[in-house]
């Protein structure tokens, strides 16, 4: 379980090096991996957004 959450740990580390670096004109490869990255993160967010609505809880930020 360990090297589970060290392996996704990794990759998100990763990740955001990829984003830094492709914002700074990396190659191609990194620019995709930030794609991916930047659009991860945008589906996980929007995921526990419509959760917190659907519970009724949450704050009204936006």
């Not at 740990?9 to 990396?26: H, K, N």
């Not at 990255?37 to 917190?52: D, I, N, P, V, Y």
Request: hydrophobic residues 45%.
């Amino acid at each position: 379980m360990i090297f589970l959450l060290l392996g996704v740990l990794a990759l998100a580390i990763g990740g955001c090096v990829c984003v830094v670096w492709a914002e700074r004109g990396g190659p191609r490869w990194v620019r995709g991996v930030a794609l991916v990255t930047r659009t991860a993160g945008e589906l996980l967010s929007s995921a526990q957004k419509s959760r917190g609505r659907r519970s009724g809880g949450g704050s009204d930020d936006d």
